[in-house]
């Protein structure tokens, strides 16, 4: 299995993926089970007079990418948007697909290119031993991060080695 690798100067540890994330379903599919079973053990806590979920998400981001093509299929140009949610990122696609004063400025045909889409979340997780954590997960790899117990590294990497996506 592939092992988290702990990078020199802070306590944080990364892993690629074997193979990334194909589409965002089984991303958020990950994210979701984080967020709602709570595989890592993690507890809810206060902070500045706010309850805080024991994983919390920190931040998303979802990057669809676009090309541009003639009649005869030659590319003419090219672009990207990105968004703070799933829901946008799905809409965003919708509507640049659609938007037809942009085709026709870019004077040519729009297609999605799926496979080169970039997504990731930022988890913050507090750890039963009263220590914050992040975890970083994107469509190729994940990141721990801000984190002193490697107790923690070692829950995470034996749940990372259990979830056949995560490998």
């Known amino acids: 299995m592939a092992q988290f690798n702990q990078r ?3 306590k944080s540890a990364g ?26 053990g993690c507890t809810p806590y206060r902070s500045a007079k706010k309850a805080h979920p024991p994983v919390e998400k920190v931040r998303e981001m979802y990057t ?9 299929g030659k590319r003419i140009g090219s672009g ?6 799933l829901e946008d990122y799905q809409n965003g696609i919708a509507a640049v697909i659609s938007n037809m004063a942009n085709i026709a400025a870019h004077g040519g045909k ?13 988890l913050k997780c507090h750890d ?4 914050l954590y992040f975890l970083a997960i994107a469509r190729d790899r994940l990141t721990l991060s801000s984190y002193s117990d ?4 070692k829950r995470v990497e ?5 979830v056949p996506a995560l490998v």
Do not use: C
Request: proline content about 9%.
């Open 158 to 162: 034996a749940w990372a080695n259990g």
């Open 8 to 10: 020199p100067g802070t």
């Open 128 to 131: 039963p031993g009263g220590e």
């Open 15 to 40: 892993r690629f993926l074997k193979h990334p994330f194909a589409d965002t379903t089984a991303f958020s599919g990950i994210i979701q089970s984080l967020v709602l079973k709570n595989p890592l």
């Open 80 to 85: 990207q948007d990105m968004y703070s949610t």
């Open 110 to 122: 729009v297609r999605h290119l799926p496979d080169a889409d970039l997504f990731s979340v930022i």
């Open 150 to 153: 490697d107790g923690i590294r």
């Open 64 to 72: 669809a990418k676009f090309v541009y093509l003639t009649p005869t």
